[in-house]
């Protein structure tokens, strides 16, 4: 008894097989094939896509950053309201004097969508009014220039950091705009500092020109200035926060918490958000589409699998004046198992190359088709490693029946079937 020798001819019958009966053999590795072309396809899109938003967070701050948001009083203080200042400068001023576990604290004054001017060119990008710190907190990279000093903020300096988009489009073919002049609303600002293009959300293959980034849509001037300038008060939108530890976020919150409620005249209309609850959001998100996606990848495997055996069971029964002949010269019932079973697995595996194959031409495909911006993976190698393991198992399973079935057709049946 020599396993490996049985396996080995086991395995080069079944690639005769294959050979011999090509259409046939082609239609039973069609649902292995589909099931771990669509695995690893959608694997590499909805990992691309989930890369890019987990990219994203960690840009704005990740784990470690705390928003304070305007709210309504609650309704037991709604008749004293009145007497809040709001969310304003003072309380930037507040928070840094007090709390020294706040590593970064920036006000932003949220200008939304402006138009740009230059170049007798126009452009419509956000523009918000920040501090220094906001640096800190937002993970840009400059690529020419200085972010807000704080020199900007104190003079109000009519100077601007602009982000990618509006350097490319009002600057064409220039790669360096600081110095430049841009008006935006009606008032001119000097550039100081250009932000570097987010260059992971670009899929290969794909135009630059042709991608939309929200980031790269974002501008920024000194809080100081857009309160002077556009807002006429000290009033801010929110204000951004940069925590040392993550330990120290408990801690954080309820030093803020107590600074701004002084600030606010002991009125609790704010609001303090952490991003723990859109980190759990995305850790949700992630989970639904493995559940989802592994789900369908199963039952895609699993048509395939029965394919394989309703052409193993037809291949039995085909073959039984074969088996009878080769019982009678000597071959074993394991003998016989063992090659029904090598032919199925060659066929799944034979599947689930073909189907990796499939899969990369699915994803050089879907990347012309996924919303612009976004980015595909282009070798998920664990998707790709599980698909081709479980349609080899697949194979095996679903061809232990025909092959048991083989292996106890008695010789002398056999030879008489006709």
Known sequence: MNPVGDIYTGAANGLREVWSNKVRSLLSMSGIILGVAALVAMVGIVQGMLGNMRASFERSGGVLKLEVHSQQAPEWQQHIAGISPGMTWRDIGAIEKAIPLAAYVSPVVDMNWERFIANGRREHAILHGVTPDYAGIKKNELQHGRFISDYDVDSKSPVIVVGAHIAKSLFRGQSNVVGQQVRVSGQVYTIVGQIKPVEDAVAPGRSKGRRFNYEERLNYIPATTAM???????????????????????????QIENTLTQTHRGILDFEIRTQDEQMAELKKLENSFTYSLGGIAGISLLVGGIGIMNVMLASVSERIREIGVRKAIGARSHDIFIQFLAEAVVISVLGGLFGLIASVGLLSIARDFIPEGQNISNMPVTAMFYGFLFS?????????????????????DALRYE
Do not use: C
């Open 228 to 254: 002077s300038r556009y807002k006429g008060d000290d009033e801010v939108n929110r204000i951004e926060i940069l925590a040392h530890e993550v330990g120290d976020m408990p801690d954080l919150m309820e």
């Open 392 to 412: 080899s198992l697949i194979g095996l399973a679903s061809g232990i029946y025909p092959a048991l079935r083989a292996s106890r057709l008695d010789p002398i």
